[in-house]
């Protein structure tokens, strides 16, 4: 079955998954949002590529901090950007969210950026638009329900290249709620295909799905085990209503045995980075000593992921290596 991500040459025409993305395809990826990086500070280029381009934000589940970095992105290449307020739009009114989308395609938008409640819509929208002859039109996924978010995965492996260099002599450890988790998801999936030759998850029996082990993960209950001697630790956020829920007894018992503290942190190699999507509950997953430390990047994941957007957007658009 081809990959619904890939056209006939199989370059990027949607960005839907890590999940069967190949090595080639993350590894340019990467290098176009190197380039994106202007060398020695932090400041991110403003270049042409999507000039002429219309960028639909199409949040049907609120996330400010997503929906602003890929605003950014698209205006750094210099794309038109229209960002929707979905909850007063059509689809609150009843119409499908295909039709939604026919309608959308109609006014010119060359890119969708889907974030979704529902696992799989972005998917659904890709396909449709294939289904009815609408190549022009790319779907970026900004976040599906539990599956995936590949483009937090994307930056997440800049990161770790950044401070790393090399991916095939890392421990990378995954902490946190992987049960509920798309980021985790994509990680798993981008590390492995990179040639991670340990990704460990550490988080409590009620937050593990079933079917880790067939990833190629080493999983832990014990927070002290799985932290020994990683190069790489990847905390995860804890969402409110799991905190006190049927699944964790309170937030204070889970900061006490799974939140990073310097002590934890101790455990892991001296020159270990923190990584966290955001945004952080400090004092539940992690303490505020390592958040603010010197091994924390979290900043860093942040500018990463304006590039990262960047290089997926102008390679999908066809801006760049066609």
């Known amino acids: 079955m081809p990959n619904p991500q890939l056209n006939q040459h199989g ?22 949002a190197s380039s994106f990086v202007s060398l020695g500070d932090r400041e991110l280029k ?38 929707l307020n979905i909850a007063a739009s059509s689809t609150a009114k009843g119409e499908s969210l295909l039709d939604t989308i026919d ?3 109609a006014m010119h938008a060359d890119m969708f950026v889907v974030r979704h409640a529902t696992s799989g819509a972005p998917f659904l929208i890709a396909k449709h638009l294939d ?3 609408q190549h022009h039109v790319h779907v970026v996924n900004a976040g599906d329900g539990r599956h995936a978010h590949p483009t937090q995965g994307l930056l997440d492996m800049y990161t770790i290249r950044h401070y790393k260099k090399d991916f095939t002599q890392l421990t990378v450890a995954i902490i946190g709620d992987v049960l509920h988790s798309r980021v985790a998801r994509s990680d798993i999936h981008a590390l492995t295909t990179l040639g991670v030759p340990e990704v460990r998850v550490i ?25 020994k001697g990683v190069d790489v630790i990847i905390m995860l956020r804890l969402q409110n209503e799991r905190m006190n829920g049927a699944l964790l007894p309170s937030a204070q018992e889970y900061f006490k045995h799974y939140g990073l503290t310097e002590e934890r942190l101790a455990l892991a190699k001296p020159d270990a980075i923190v990584m966290h999507p955001g945004p952080m509950n400090r004092g539940v997953e992690i ?36």
């Open 11 to 32: 370059e990027l025409k949607h960005l839907l998954t890590i999940d069967g993305l190949p090595k080639t395809i993350i590894n340019h990826i990467l290098d176009t």
């Open 46 to 83: 403003k270049v042409p590529l999507m000039r002429g381009k219309s960028v639909f934000n199409l949040f049907f589940e609120n996330s400010t901090r997503t929906r602003t970095t890929f605003e950014i992105a698209a205006k750094r290449l210099s794309a038109d950007v229209i960002n």
């Open 103 to 105: 309608n959308l395609a």
């Open 131 to 133: 289904d009815t002859k």
């Open 203 to 227: 988080a409590p029996g009620t937050l593990l799905p079933g079917g880790l082990e067939q990833m190629g993960v080493r999983v832990f209950t014990d927070m002290n085990e799985g932290l």
């Open 287 to 322: 303490d505020s000593a390592v958040a603010d430390g010197p091994q924390a990047v979290i900043l860093s994941q942040v500018t990463f992921g304006i590039a990262v957007r960047m290089a997926v957007m102008s390679i999908v658009a066809g801006a760049q290596g066609r």
